[in-house]
């Protein structure tokens, strides 16, 4: 589900993704962020204007399912780097504690249209 809104100019969207699988097959947390295309270890609480990448204004949240009930990054629409919104050591501490854990997606519940934002 994608769902965008406007914020003082700024354009934000809210994706989630399920990692489970990425976990498995990796030996560390730090290695997940690091496939997953995490930039550094500084923390952006509220959206950055501009990309430090690509100067870009377009970013979107990105939510990982099972790790937390907020979304953890920004995610440039531009260039797709990723910037935590949280402590990495953080995020790498709540991954840590999903390995043998798994998730089949066919099981979950489809909420009705309207229940949608």
Not at 23 to 50: R, W
């Amino acid at each position: 589900m994608v769902k965008g809104q406007e914020i003082i100019g700024l354009r934000m969207t809210t994706r989630a993704a399920t990692i489970f699988a990425i976990i498995e097959s990796l030996s560390t947390a730090k290695e997940v962020l690091d496939s997953l295309g995490v930039c550094g270890n500084k923390v952006f609480k509220k959206q950055p204007e501009h990309c430090p990448i690509c100067d870009a204004s377009h970013m979107a949240t990105l939510e990982l399912i099972g790790v937390s009930s907020k979304p953890l990054f920004w995610e440039c629409e531009g260039c797709g780097s990723l910037w935590c919104r949280e402590k990495r050591s953080w995020i790498e501490g709540r991954i840590e504690e999903l390995h043998g854990i798994w998730t089949n997606a066919e099981d979950w519940e489809q909420p009705h249209k309207d229940d949608m934002n």
